[in-house]
C-alpha cells in the first residue's frame, strides 16, 4: 500500500465530513466539535483552516482519500493532529502518514493530544518518536463527559 500527502482540495471536504461523521471513530477520538454532524460549521471551519497558515493535508492510501493530518497552532505550540477513516485502521495508515508530515514541518518542538484510552493514536505518536509529557482532563464532546487526555511531545 503506497500512503501519500498531498494539498486538500475542495472535493475532499465531503469524504473528510463523512468520516468525521462515523460514531465509533467519534467515540475513539474523543475530542471532536460538539455537533459533528452540522455541516455549516464543519464547512466554516475548513473555510477558516484552508485559509490560515497551518500545514493541512489530505491522505491518501492507493489514491483514494482516507482522512487529513495537520500541523497547527502558534509558534513554540503547535500541535499536530490527524484523521484516518476508520476502514483503515489498523495498517499503518496513520503512522505513514505522520511521518511524513513530521518530514515535511522541521519546526520542533511539536505537541500531540489523545484520549488516554486511545491506544492506536498512541501508538502511532509514539513510533513517530512522540513522547508522553502530560496527562490532564478535558471535555470529550463525542462521549459527553470529562475524560483523561494525554499531552505528547516530539523534541528536535
Not at 460514531?23 to 471551519?45: C, K, S, V, W
Not at 502518514?97 to 488516554?116: D, I, M
Not at 492506536?120 to 505518536?125: F, K, T
Request: charged fraction near 25%; hydrophobic fraction near 50%; include cysteine.
Amino acid at each position: 500500500m503506497r500512503v501519500m500527502l498531498r494539498e486538500v482540495h475542495d472535493s475532499d471536504l465531503p469524504v473528510f465530513f463523512r468520516q468525521m461523521n462515523d460514531p465509533e471513530a467519534l467515540r475513539m477520538a474523543a475530542f471532536t466539535p460538539a455537533d459533528p454532524a452540522d455541516r455549516d460549521a464543519f464547512d466554516a471551519q475548513w473555510a477558516r483552516i484552508m485559509s490560515s497558515a497551518f500545514v493541512v493535508r489530505t491522505i491518501l492510501a492507493d489514491g483514494d482519500v482516507v482522512g487529513n493530518a495537520a500541523v497547527y497552532g502558534e509558534p513554540g505550540e503547535r500541535e499536530v493532529t490527524y484523521w484516518v477513516d476508520r476502514a483503515w485502521w489498523g495498517r499503518g495508515v496513520a503512522t505513514a502518514a505522520l511521518r511524513g508530515l513530521l518530514a515535511e514541518v522541521a519546526e520542533r518542538p511539536l505537541y500531540a493530544r489523545a484520549a488516554a484510552d486511545n491506544a492506536g493514536s498512541l501508538r502511532v505518536l509514539e513510533k513517530c518518536g512522540f513522547r508522553r509529557s502530560v496527562l490532564a482532563r478535558g471535555f470529550a464532546q463525542a462521549r459527553g463527559e470529562e475524560i483523561d487526555e494525554l499531552v505528547l511531545v516530539l523534541q528536535g
